[in-house]
Each structure stands twice: as structure tokens, then as C-alpha cells.
């Protein structure tokens, strides 16, 4: 998906509930809840129904309708 923002991450892996919020894609963690529980929200183009899915660095998270973020390494320092 080429629209979609990097959103660095610290891990190796987060959370879809939490990359949620991490990448501003919604605003609270009832929200998304809610909105994965509804079948809203796609990870690599497949729309998942678990908030714990283990996310990795390249994987692609969609809102139905929405933005899309890409999970990538934060930069060394």
C-alpha cells in the first residue's frame, strides 16, 4: 500500500490495539475495540478480528474506508 505512513515502533513487535493509537489511525483503546471487534480494520490487506495480533516491522494497518500506517524500526541514534 503506497499511501501508507511509516510509523516507527521501538520493538520488535506491538500490538495491533496498540499500533492503533501509536499511528493516530484512531483515539482511545475503546475505539479500538470496537472498530477491530467490527471487522474495520485490515492487516496486510486481511481484516483481522484480534486486538493482540503480534504486529512486525513492514506489516501494513488499515481502517476500512481510512488511512493506513506501516509498522517500521525506529532509527538508531
Known amino acids: 500500500m503506497a499511501d ?24 482511545s483503546g475503546a475505539e479500538a475495540k ?12 486481511e481484516v ?3 486486538r493482540g495480533r503480534q504486529l512486525h516491522q513492514g506489516d501494513v494497518v488499515s481502517i476500512e ?6 509498522v517500521a524500526k525506529e532509527p538508531a541514534l
Open 4 to 27: 501508507a505512513e511509516d510509523v516507527p515502533i521501538r520493538d520488535e513487535s506491538i500490538r495491533l490495539g496498540q499500533f492503533l493509537k501509536l499511528a493516530n489511525l484512531i483515539e
Open 65 to 70: 474506508n481510512g488511512p493506513a500506517a506501516r
Open 34 to 45: 470496537s472498530f477491530i471487534a467490527d471487522g474495520l480494520v485490515s492487516v496486510n490487506g
Open 48 to 50: 483481522d478480528i484480534r
